[in-house]
């Protein structure tokens, strides 16, 4: 039965900045159901914090809870379910309620595969590289690798790198993220894509990028960079510079939140209304 009030939300610390409950509310008033969408920060030392809201959702006083840094990969244990795509990439973004029971999905892998396909479209996937080896890129090499994509993944200290490698799939190549390495592998091999999963380019960072210095962009990549905030990077400025196509992480936010809210509610929100409600 459908709930007189949807109760969502999002834990993490800190949530200052977040667009999630813009995208939340958005969909729930073009689904035309009742509900609110709250923060609910919990400090990483606050041990029952993330508990009681476990214990809220069991309870269903809350429906549906969206989880970030730093709590996506300390919930696994807690719930009672995982699905197959979160356990293989280590973190639950998503926890929603079936038959009383907590589950938990990663809805980061799919919502970037959904828009990488929308931004640039290929019949044959080739050779990614990555660049970063943190919690998103985790979720992007899964991603790609499913999706049938040769993956390299480039990090500044190359145990990351190899430690991602090992976690996910030893068919990804770690590398460190270093010029004379990189410019190697892209003389070598044809790289059709380029992922920027580093917060580089974003807040403190803006107008810095990940690519180490004396690196050239590949000649034909396409060149995809999480960060949304600022919509052009340093990075996507150069890919536009060098004429190659490229896109902001403002529609894998999108995607991703359409398929929560598609967990908790049951209803498909249209893209478009989601964009609108962080663009404008
Ligand atoms: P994370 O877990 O902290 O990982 C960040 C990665 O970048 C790590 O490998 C880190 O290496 C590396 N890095 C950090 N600073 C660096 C630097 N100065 N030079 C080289 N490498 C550096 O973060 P995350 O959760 O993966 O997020 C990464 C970015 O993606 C953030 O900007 C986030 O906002 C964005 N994001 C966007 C979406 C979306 O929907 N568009 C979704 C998730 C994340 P060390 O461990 O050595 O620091």
Redesign the pocket.
């Known amino acids: 039965m459908s709930p007189s009030l949807y109760r969502l939300g999002l834990t993490g610390y800190p949530l200052d900045h977040s667009l999630s409950p813009s995208l939340h509310v958005a969909a729930l008033q073009a689904c035309a159901l009742p509900g609110e969408y709250r923060l609910y920060p919990v400090p990483p030392e606050d041990e029952t914090g993330l508990q009681e809201l476990l214990e809220r959702m069991r309870s269903e006083a809350l429906h549906g809870l969206n989880v970030t840094?730093p709590h996506k990969r300390k919930v696994l244990p807690l719930l009672d379910e995982v699905s197959p795509t979160a356990q293989a990439i280590g973190a639950v973004n998503t926890i929603y309620v079936r038959d009383g029971s907590l589950r938990g999905e990663n809805t980061?892998a799919a919502?970037?595969l959904t828009d990488l396909g929308r931004v640039f479209p290929v019949t044959v996937p080739g050779v990614a590289l990555v660049?970063?080896?943190?919690?998103?890129?985790?979720?992007v090499v899964y991603a790609l690798l499913q999706a049938g994509w040769q993956v390299c993944v480039a990090?500044?200290?190359l145990e990351?790198a190899q430690a991602l490698c090992q976690a996910i799939s030893t068919r990804a190549d770690a590398l460190a993220?270093d010029a004379a390495m990189l410019s190697r592998l892209t003389e070598e091999r044809r790289v059709e894509l380029l992922v920027?999963?580093?917060?580089?380019?974003?807040g403190r960072?803006a107008g810095?990028s990940?690519l180490p210095q004396g690196m050239r962009l590949p000649g034909m990549a396409f060149v995809y960079d999480?960060?949304?905030n600022p919509p052009e990077t340093a990075l996507l400025h150069a890919a536009q510079h060098a004429g190659l196509g490229c896109a902001?992480?403002?529609g894998?936010?999108v995607e991703?939140a359409r398929l929560a809210f598609k967990l908790w509610t049951g209803c498909e929100v249209e893209r478009e209304v989601m964009n609108r409600a962080v663009t404008q």
């Open positions: 840094i980061d919502g970037f660049l970063g080896a943190g919690g998103s890129a985790r979720a990090a500044r200290r990351q993220l920027n999963a580093t917060p580089l380019g974003m960072q810095e990940p999480l960060v949304y902001n992480g403002l894998m936010l991703q």
